[in-house]
């Protein structure tokens, strides 16, 4: 089924199988992940899964201040750094629903991310040899403080990244010091085409990252519609942020995706549950062509009585005649 519904990029965009299809694969690409973690996860040692500190995976940061409307930054500042680093040709950043996936299984806490204890063991999971994590915290209404560190596997040595500290507005200039601090103390040599990719600022508009950090909280917790909608408006608020676009297109494909399954596993639980001998398999063809074309037959009288059909639709046909009398 992965490699039929893979070939949605060969389908026109005006074509309505497209989206379905798509919706199909990211929808079990996201369950075979989900399957591949949860069995690495359940062996004891873990087997098979070599680190390489070309690998690094960034968690989602840790917030340490009591309002509740600056909470989603912990997600949308985890993936900018996420995407800023996958500018960068010699290492490859963990995918966020991997990442996502292996929180849930594992019911990490904050402080397990680079824990020099629990690390050894989420390395693995990931293939990653350098975990990422940080903190922030909002101070009063306009200032904005950033913590982080980064753990090499290779060496269990824990690493602080500088700290970042200005006022709210400027929350993407610190986030960019932020990854050229995490570069540098990585000792990766940026190319300029990489520098300039790092560089890149997808919005000025506080709000709209707020409602796109809270767009990917949803998306997280598999709440696709809900997330689509935080999607929508942070492009709204910033009709430049191509980024919470893309995102709200595949939520919605993804929204999609996760209602048409769940009814054909629900049709499916339902068929399998009757008595093969009882179904009208009449009725169940009548069906799929009334969804699949969209209209409206109706199945009739089964016993039918071929002698009062004509081909002209009404009469009785008269009775046959009688043989020819035997010759004396």
Same mark, same amino acid.
């Given at each position: 089924?992965?490699?039929?519904?893979?070939?949605?990029?060969?389908?026109?965009?005006?074509?309505?199988?497209?989206?379905?299809?798509?919706?199909?694969?990211?929808?079990?690409?996201?369950?075979?992940?989900?399957? *591949?973690?949860?069995?690495?996860?359940?062996?004891?040692?873990?087997?098979?899964?070599?680190?390489?500190?070309?690998?690094?995976?960034?968690?989602?940061?840790?917030?340490?201040?009591?309002?509740?409307?600056?909470?989603?930054?912990?997600?949308?500042?985890?993936?900018?750094?996420?995407?800023?680093?996958?500018? &960068?040709?010699?290492?490859?950043?963990?995918?966020? &629903?991997?990442?996502?996936?292996?929180?849930?299984?594992?019911?990490?806490? *904050?402080?397990?991310?680079?824990?020099?204890?629990?690390?050894?063991?989420?390395? *693995?999971?990931?293939?990653?040899?350098?975990?990422?994590?940080?903190?922030?915290?909002? &101070?009063?209404?306009?200032?904005?403080?950033?913590?982080?560190?980064?753990?090499?596997?290779?060496?269990?040595?824990?690493?602080?990244?500088?700290?970042?500290?200005?006022?709210?507005?400027?929350?993407?200039? #610190?986030?960019?010091?932020?990854?050229?601090?995490?570069?540098?103390?990585?000792?990766?040599?940026?190319?300029?085409?990489?520098?300039?990719?790092?560089?890149?600022?997808?919005?000025?508009?506080?709000?709209?990252?707020?409602?796109?950090?809270?767009?990917?909280?949803?998306?997280?917790?598999?709440?696709?519609?809900?997330?689509?909608?935080?999607?929508?408006?942070?492009?709204?608020?910033?009709?430049?942020?191509?980024?919470?676009?893309?995102?709200?297109?595949?939520?919605?494909?993804?929204?999609?995706?996760? #209602?048409?399954?769940?009814?054909?596993?629900?049709?499916?639980?339902?068929?399998?549950?009757?008595?093969?001998?009882?179904?009208?398999?009449?009725?169940?063809?009548?069906?799929?062509?009334?969804?699949?074309?969209?209209?409206?037959?109706?199945?009739?009288?089964?016993?039918?009585?071929?002698?009062?059909?004509?081909?002209?639709?009404?009469?009785?046909?008269?009775?046959?005649?009688?043989?020819?009398?035997?010759?004396?």
């Amino acid at each position: 089924a992965l490699r039929l519904y893979e070939k949605f990029v060969d389908v026109p965009r005006s074509s309505p199988y497209r989206r379905m299809m798509e919706g199909r694969y990211e929808w079990l690409s996201r369950r075979i992940l989900r399957d *591949q973690v949860e069995r690495i996860a359940s062996q004891e040692p873990i087997g098979g899964v070599e680190t390489s500190p070309q690998v690094v995976a960034v968690f989602p940061f840790s917030y340490q201040g009591t309002d509740d409307r600056y909470i989603p930054l912990a997600r949308g500042l985890a993936e900018m750094v996420s995407v800023d680093l996958a500018n &960068i040709e010699e290492i490859r950043v963990v995918e966020r &629903i991997r990442l996502q996936v292996l929180l849930d299984e594992l019911e990490l806490s *904050q402080s397990d991310y680079v824990d020099p204890s629990t690390a050894p063991r989420v390395g *693995q999971l990931l293939g990653a040899g350098r975990l990422v994590s940080g903190s922030y915290n909002v &101070i009063g209404k306009e200032n904005l403080r950033m913590d982080g560190a980064f753990l090499e596997l290779e060496t269990s040595s824990v690493e602080a990244v500088n700290s970042q500290s200005d006022a709210l507005r400027n929350l993407f200039l #610190m986030q960019k010091a932020f990854v050229f601090s995490l570069v540098d103390q990585m000792g990766l040599i940026l190319t300029p085409e990489e520098r300039e990719g790092i560089e890149f600022i997808p919005t000025q508009n506080i709000q709209a990252f707020l409602a796109y950090s809270r767009g990917l909280r949803e998306e997280d917790a598999g709440a696709y519609g809900m997330a689509a909608g935080f999607y929508r408006r942070a492009s709204r608020l910033d009709p430049d942020f191509t980024i919470a676009k893309e995102a709200a297109e595949r939520a919605e494909t993804m929204d999609a995706a996760d #209602m048409d399954i769940s009814e054909l596993v629900a049709q499916s639980s339902d068929i399998e549950s009757m008595n093969v001998l009882d179904v009208d398999l009449m009725g169940l063809r009548i069906g799929i062509m009334n969804n699949e074309l969209g209209s409206g037959i109706i199945p009739g009288d089964e016993s039918r009585e071929p002698a009062t059909e004509t081909s002209g639709g009404g009469g009785i046909l008269p009775d046959p005649p009688r043989p020819p009398s035997s010759p004396n």
